[in-house]
């Protein structure tokens, strides 16, 4: 009598993209929300910042880079977190691959507005970002009886990357990115700044140390987590694969302290 054994499918991992390393903020949170699930971190490197590209030749490489992806890793559920990205290229995505589930990141605009008790609301972002139609809408749509102040800091991403990697930034140069979202008027002064860059949560600390008076600075990585739980199936008795975690850059070719960095966060690159 011949026997056949079941192999057991492992769960498809979740891959999070970013255009650099800002995104491991989103993915340390979607780790605990989904401790069963393996991921793949994918970083931009190669294309990073996207402050500078233009708006067609970007979107062109995102959905390139994004064929490529899902026939390589073949994830669950991609979860694009980098407001620049998504608030451009997200319902490109969704149209181009439209049997894959995108979760994005946009500016937490909605929540600032429902907790703010000044009125007063700043948007830190990307340039990118901030010229975005898709944020205007979102302003629009759920903050009009806010006074919101959108900052575009062009330098800001790279300095977090930097400041990731264990390098020195002067504090003089992030309260120059930082300085203009502090608006005092009339008695009331701003008291939320969403961070609209998964970078700048890894510097909220450095930000609220050199901040002109305490703010609520809005980190949007949980709530990006939960809606990303909601959206992966719960697999019952799944255990995470263990090394499985792969990080992968675009250029093919770290430095040792983003090498370094990967490790501490369990990635093999």
Same mark, same amino acid.
């Given at each position: 009598?011949?026997?056949?054994?079941?192999?057991?499918?492992?769960?498809?991992?979740?891959?999070?993209?970013?255009?650099?390393?800002?995104?491991?903020?989103?993915?340390?949170?979607?780790?605990?929300?989904?401790?069963?699930?393996?991921?793949?971190?994918?970083?931009?490197?190669?294309?990073?910042?996207?402050?500078?590209?233009?708006?067609?030749?970007?979107?062109?490489?995102?959905?390139?880079?994004?064929?490529?992806?899902?026939?390589?890793?073949?994830?669950? &559920?991609?979860?694009? %977190?980098?407001?620049?990205?998504?608030? =451009? +290229? !997200? @319902?490109?995505?969704? /149209?181009?691959?439209? #049997?894959?589930?995108?979760?994005?990141?946009?500016?937490?605009?909605?929540?600032?507005?429902?907790?703010?008790?000044?009125?007063?609301?700043?948007?830190?972002?990307?340039?990118?970002?901030?010229?975005?139609?898709?944020?205007?809408?979102? &302003?629009?749509?759920? %903050?009009?009886?806010?006074?919101?102040? =959108? +900052? !575009? @800091?062009?330098?800001? /991403?790279?300095?977090? #990357?930097?400041?990731?990697?264990?390098?020195?930034?002067?504090?003089?140069?992030?309260?120059?990115?930082?300085?203009?979202?502090?608006?005092?008027?009339?008695?009331?002064?701003?008291?939320?700044?969403?961070?609209?860059?998964?970078?700048?949560?890894?510097?909220?600390?450095?930000?609220?140390?050199?901040?002109?008076?305490?703010?609520?600075?809005?980190?949007?990585?949980?709530?990006?987590?939960?809606?990303?739980?909601?959206?992966?199936?719960?697999?019952?008795?799944?255990?995470?694969?263990?090394?499985?975690?792969?990080?992968?850059?675009?250029?093919?070719?770290?430095?040792?302290?983003?090498?370094?960095?990967?490790?501490?966060?369990?990635?093999?690159?």
């Amino acid at each position: 009598m011949v026997t056949t054994a079941t192999k057991t499918l492992e769960p498809k991992p979740v891959l999070v993209f970013d255009s650099g390393i800002g995104g491991l903020t989103v993915l340390r949170e979607a780790r605990v929300l989904m401790p069963e699930r393996s991921f793949v971190y994918v970083a931009d490197d190669a294309g990073f910042p996207y402050g500078g590209w233009e708006e067609d030749a970007l979107r062109a490489h995102i959905l390139d880079l994004f064929a490529r992806l899902l026939e390589e890793h073949d994830p669950e &559920i991609c979860i694009i %977190a980098c407001n620049t990205a998504f608030t =451009l +290229v !997200g @319902s490109d995505l969704r /149209a181009a691959f439209p #049997e894959m589930t995108f979760v994005g990141t946009v500016p937490a605009i909605k929540p600032a507005a429902e907790r703010t008790r000044s009125g007063l609301v700043s948007v830190l972002a990307t340039p990118g970002t901030v010229k975005r139609a898709y944020t205007r809408d979102l &302003i629009q749509s759920f %903050a009009t009886q806010c006074h919101v102040r =959108l +900052v !575009g @800091s062009q330098n800001l /991403a790279r300095m977090a #990357e930097a400041y990731i990697r264990g390098e020195a930034v002067a504090d003089g140069d992030v309260l120059s990115e930082i300085e203009p979202c502090f608006l005092d008027s009339d008695g009331r002064k701003t008291d939320i700044v969403v961070l609209a860059c998964t970078h700048y949560p890894f510097m909220a600390n450095v930000f609220r140390r050199l901040a002109p008076w305490p703010v609520d600075w809005l980190d949007p990585a949980e709530a990006i987590a939960r809606q990303a739980r909601r959206k992966v199936p719960l697999i019952d008795n799944a255990e995470h694969p263990d090394g499985f975690d792969l990080a992968v850059f675009t250029s093919g070719n770290p430095d040792f302290s983003t090498r370094r960095l990967m490790q501490g966060f369990g990635l093999r690159v």
